[in-house]
């Protein structure tokens, strides 16, 4: 998995959204980079499905995939990477009070890194730097989050502020990593 293009920390935990996980590794991996899958504990994680169902006012989640984390947040150092995506699912409502992500969050953004979240995934961006003025976007029913911290949601499938990157669900992955690819590739020139 070594890569000449650089690391890009990829953080979930159990109830992390399966499509989510597998699709950003396999999509950076295919890009040339190192995806590092992060998490509260090194260990299998569970992740999830979340799907849209004509029936259901919400999305409906059943069991996912078994992911692997390659590492936890501890030690994590900001300066080995080049970017951060924070996946969605149930997984950020539990993240998001994780002192130590917290504080690598905080880090990347001060660093000026590239700072990409799914779905939920803005839960722990929204827990970690303040967002006010901020373009976002996010699955629509978290939308009152981003507003009450001051942020902008814009209903679109991916929205670039900068150096961040939002999409709503993983309906939006065309969309979000077409932004991601292109923001990568100018951030290595």
């Given at each position: 998995?070594n890569s ?9 935990d ?6 989510e996980?597998?699709y950003a ?9 190192t995806?590092?899958i992060?998490?509260?504990?090194k ?7 979340h ?11 059943k ?6 984390a390659d590492s936890?947040?501890?030690g994590l150092q900001?300066?080995e990477?080049?970017?951060m ?5 149930r ?10 992500l917290?504080?690598?969050v905080?880090t990347?953004?001060?660093?000026n ?5 799914i779905?939920?995934g ?10 006010a003025?901020?373009r976002?976007?996010?699955y629509?029913n978290?939308?009152?989050e981003?507003?009450?911290h ?12 900068g150096n ?6 993983w309906e939006?992955?065309a ?5 991601i ?7 290595s020139?």
């Amino acid at each position: 998995m070594n890569s000449s293009k650089g690391k890009v920390l990829v953080v979930t935990d159990d109830a992390g959204e399966s499509f989510e996980i597998l699709y950003a590794k396999y999509r950076l991996l295919e890009a040339g980079y190192t995806p590092v899958i992060a998490a509260s504990r090194k260990k299998a994680l569970n992740a999830v499905i979340h799907d849209f169902h004509p029936d259901w006012n919400t999305y409906i989640e059943k069991p996912g995939y078994l992911i692997a984390a390659d590492s936890t947040f501890d030690g994590l150092q900001a300066a080995e990477f080049t970017a951060m995506l924070l996946i969605g699912g149930r997984a950020p409502e539990y993240l998001r009070h994780n002192r130590e992500l917290v504080s690598l969050v905080q880090t990347f953004a001060e660093q000026n890194k590239g700072l990409f979240a799914i779905c939920h995934g803005i839960q722990i961006l929204l827990a970690a730097v303040p967002v006010a003025g901020r373009r976002l976007t996010c699955y629509e029913n978290v939308r009152s989050e981003v507003i009450q911290h001051g942020g902008e949601w814009i209903d679109r499938a991916s929205v670039i502020d900068g150096n961040w990157i939002t999409a709503q669900t993983w309906e939006s992955h065309a969309e979000f990593y077409r932004d991601i690819m292109s923001w990568l590739a100018a951030a290595s020139k």
